[in-house]
Structures are given as structure tokens and as C-alpha cells.
């Protein structure tokens, strides 16, 4: 999961993940998201070019992005309403 450390969005994130017990790797790309603070712009460019998605969080399950917290394709929340987030982490898990 990439993060900003300051990003209510991110931490919101990150503690769901934590809640429902599912581990992870924290990329932090900086303290703040504003414009002209962000510690790594290179990073969150790359983000775009690869996902087509530059705010944060941006949550890879097995290699693939799944968005951020509420949207992306599909995006943690919308994921586990589905019924499909835990699919996604088990079949990423058996296929390492």
C-alpha cells in the first residue's frame, strides 16, 4: 500500500487492513499530499503511469492495483462489500 503519512484516507486505510487482519507492505511516499510537499513526486508519477491513479492510498494485492480506499478497480471497501477482498488476497497469497 502506498501512503502519504498524513492522509486521513491512507490511515483509514491501513487501519482496515489492520482490523480485519490482513497484512501488508507500507510504501510511505511523505508526510504531506499537498503539491510542492510531496517528498517523492517521481514515485507518485510512476503510480499514474502504471495504475492511472495518483492519489493515495493505492492498495496492490499480488502485484496488481486495486485502487484506493473507496474507489479504483475496485478499491478496498467497495471490494470487501462485494464480498471479493479476501479472494483477492487469498489467491494472491497461493499464487507466491
Do not use: H
Request: proline share 6%; net charge neutral; glycine share 12%.
Amino acid at each position: 500500500i502506498y501512503t502519504f503519512e498524513l492522509s486521513p484516507f491512507c490511515t483509514e486505510a491501513t487501519n482496515l487492513l489492520d482490523n480485519i487482519g490482513v497484512g501488508y507492505k507500507k510504501v510511505s511516499l511523505g508526510r504531506e499530499w499537498i503539491p510542492g510537499l510531496i517528498a517523492n513526486p517521481a514515485k507518485r508519477a510512476a503510480l499514474l503511469e502504471i495504475t492511472g491513479q495518483s492519489s493515495l492510498p493505492n492498495v496492490f494485492i499480488g502485484g496488481t492495483s486495486i485502487g484506493g480506499l473507496y474507489s479504483g478497480k475496485p478499491g478496498i471497501v467497495p471490494a470487501l462489500e462485494k464480498g471479493v477482498f479476501m479472494d483477492m488476497v487469498e489467491d494472491a497469497k497461493r499464487s507466491m
